[in-house]
């Protein structure tokens, strides 16, 4: 199973709301390793990056808007699959139709204001990885529970 990293980021509705603390929380208590975290502000351009397959969308403008209104937390996980099982943890895109245990489910009402992002794919992943965070950014280290957070079959 493949070790993979992914970039989420605490929206800025979350950060206006408190709810960073509890974002990270059900990525940590599911087992996935915090690799690189920081408070940002995305700027306009940064936004536009990121967002680049949304371009045409007629959701765009209203999007860059919301994501350059304030702070960002960004973080950079890994772990088992760690792609789909962070996008899990999220729920489905708008809170409205996403379940309950998810964060979108729990923690929201909005279809845009959705609190958290999380990388899509494997090459999606390294692009918004490569975005938001320089490579001496990202930590390696041990941590003294992962014995029994991964096994070798987890690792391989
Ligand atoms: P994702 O965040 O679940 O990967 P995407 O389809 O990649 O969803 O869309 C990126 C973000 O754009 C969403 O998280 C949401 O904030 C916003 N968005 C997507 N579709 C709509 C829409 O139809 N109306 C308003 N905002 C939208
Ligand atoms: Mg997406």
Not at 31 to 38: A, H, R, T, V
Not at 80 to 100: H, L, N, Q, S
Not at 137 to 147: M, P, Q, S, V, W
Request: proline share 5%; aromatic share 6%.
């Amino acid at each position: 199973m493949a070790i993979e990293r992914t970039l989420i980021l605490a929206k800025p509705d979350a950060v206006q709301r408190g709810l960073v603390g509890e974002i990270i929380k059900r990525f940590e208590a599911r087992g996935l390793k915090i690799i690189g975290l920081k408070l940002m502000q995305i700027t306009k351009e940064l936004a536009a990056r990121h967002y680049a397959a949304h371009t045409q969308k007629p959701f765009y403008p209203g999007l860059v808007s919301f994501m350059t209104s304030g702070p960002v937390a960004a973080m950079v996980l890994e772990g088992p699959k760690a792609i789909d099982a962070c996008r899990k943890v999220m729920g489905k895109t708008f809170c409205t139709d996403a379940e309950p245990g998810t964060i979108r489910g729990d923690l929201g009402v909005s279809r845009g204001m959705n609190l958290v992002h999380g990388s899509d794919g494997p090459e999606a992943a390294k692009k918004e990885i490569e975005l938001f965070f320089k490579p001496e950014e990202l930590l390696e280290y041990k941590r003294a529970g992962d014995a029994w957070v991964l096994n070798d079959e987890d690792r391989a």
